[in-house]
């Protein structure tokens, strides 16, 4: 029998291994980090033994998710985030974000059930749920390659899915993993203090940021920004009596979190402005998509969601570039934005047909309706702008 699909096969679970672990470098895993860096902390001081099992436990937390994520898109034939267009998943999250951010900033240990609270079971358990968390907050975003990856696990049988999706799960678990297994890699931090205590605090903080940033879809819009300067002005009034208490590097931590809180707040307090320049999109209908194609118009799809941070990066960089407006006006193309925070079949089958799998995903087509180029997960500004460039040279 040829070998030649296994190999492939094999190269593209290798690839999931490589897309999970550059997952970490995303802007959508921050809320996940506080979780991460607890679970570390709390086992660096551990036996050998206890570290083993715990990273075994935070590893089996992630694959469980993905697992049940990879059986699902097979039975199901879900997209990669469409959890988080449940009102109700979305709202169950934001109550585990608050919680979590509860737990941390008391130092306390995260409930288990009472079967598991002996024989060191509270520790491999609440190492199980950081692990099944971070997955959770990691899945509404796709990173490098990772677009690529889910293009081809789609059109596998389930057994297929399901090992890219545990091998994209041991991918991103595994930098936390190792930490937890040589935690003297951890030595050169200072002793334990009062900076310790405020990263904790600022930790927590995060976790808070975390909820108000997912709760986007559960709340009017006009409430909306009105959580993140609560939010803010929470930060900053730990960060005043921080300062005014704390020795210096404490003083450090307080003005670097409120520095980075406001930039939060102004960055996603409000929809991304059409500023000067700016590309100024046109909302997604089955009628404006279908003018569009009938008069031979290039165009730019953009999905996006109010519970994709990545997606919201590149709203308020790469689309905002002058760059890209100016090559859109120029290729006399139509910039499309499609929301698809909440399921809707119509969205979800076009994000599906232009070849999208998980957002941020941006196609730029032409007047004869080619795909040009694909954008899945972050990209600059230079490679979107060339995309566009392509399709006025390929107008008659």
């Given at each position: 029998m040829d070998q030649l699909p296994y190999l492939l096969i094999a190269g593209q679970i290798l690839m999931a291994v490589v897309a999970g672990l550059l997952l970490n470098l995303t802007p959508c895993v921050l809320p996940a980090i506080p979780i991460k860096v607890r679970t570390i902390l709390r086992e660096a001081g551990s036996q050998?033994?206890?570290?083993?099992?715990?990273?075994?436990?935070?590893?089996?937390?992630?694959?469980?998710?993905?697992?049940?994520?990879?059986?699902?898109?097979?039975?199901?034939?879900?997209?990669?985030?469409?959890?988080?267009?449940?009102?109700?998943?979305?709202?169950?999250?934001?109550?585990?974000?608050?919680?979590?951010?509860?737990?941390?900033?008391?130092?306390?240990?995260?409930?288990?059930?009472?079967?598991?609270?002996?024989?060191?079971?509270?520790?491999?358990?609440?190492?199980?749920?950081?692990?099944?968390?971070?997955?959770?907050?990691?899945?509404p975003c796709a990173g490098p390659f990772l677009g690529g990856v889910l293009a081809f696990a789609v059109t596998q049988p389930a057994p297929v899915i399901m090992g890219i999706f545990g091998s994209i799960g041991l991918g991103l678990s595994l930098p936390y993993a190792v930490l937890m297994l040589k935690p003297e890699w951890l030595r050169r931090l200072p002793k334990a203090g009062p900076w310790t205590v405020a990263i904790r605090e600022v930790l927590a903080l995060v976790l808070l940021a975390a909820a108000v940033f997912f709760?986007?879809?559960?709340?009017?819009?006009?409430?909306?920004?009105?959580l993140w300067w609560a939010w803010l002005a929470l930060v900053l009034f730990w960060g005043i009596r921080r300062f005014i208490q704390g020795n210096s590097a404490v003083r450090v931590i307080a003005a670097t979190a409120a520095g980075l809180a406001l930039t939060a707040v102004l960055a996603f307090a409000s929809p991304a402005e059409n500023g000067e320049g700016g590309l100024v999109w046109q909302h997604y209908s089955p009628e404006l998509l279908t003018e569009t194609r009938a008069r031979g118009a290039p165009y730019l799809l953009e999905f996006t969601a109010d519970w994709c941070i990545n997606c919201k990066v590149l709203e308020r960089t790469?689309?905002?570039?002058?760059?890209?407006?100016?090559?859109?006006?120029?290729?006399?193309?139509?910039?499309?934005?499609?929301?698809?925070?909440?399921?809707?079949?119509?969205?979800?089958?076009?994000?599906?047909?232009?070849?999208?799998?998980?957002?941020?995903?941006?196609?730029?087509?032409?007047?004869?309706?080619?795909?040009?180029?694909?954008?899945?997960?972050?990209?600059?500004?230079?490679?979107?702008?060339?995309?566009?460039?392509?399709?006025?040279?390929?107008?008659?």
């Open positions: 050998r033994s206890h570290r083993v099992l715990a990273a075994l436990a935070f590893t089996a937390g992630t694959l469980t998710f993905f697992l049940t994520l990879g059986g699902l898109t097979a039975l199901l034939q879900w997209n990669w985030g469409t959890l988080f267009q449940s009102t109700v998943f979305v709202a169950v999250l934001v109550a585990l974000m608050v919680g979590f951010a509860v737990v941390t900033w008391l130092d306390l240990p995260i409930p288990v059930p009472a079967f598991a609270a002996s024989a060191h079971g509270r520790r491999y358990v609440e190492a199980f749920v950081s692990g099944l968390m971070s997955a959770i907050l990691a899945a709760s986007a879809s559960l709340i009017p819009k006009a409430v909306y920004p009105w790469v689309y905002e570039e002058p760059a890209v407006a100016e090559a859109v006006r120029r290729a006399n193309m139509v910039p499309i934005q499609v929301d698809v925070t909440a399921s809707d079949p119509e969205k979800d089958a076009l994000l599906t047909a232009t070849g999208g799998q998980a957002l941020p995903f941006a196609a730029v087509i032409d007047g004869d309706g080619t795909v040009i180029a694909r954008f899945t997960g972050l990209f600059d500004t230079d490679s979107l702008v060339e995309a566009i460039n392509r399709t006025e040279n390929s107008q008659p």
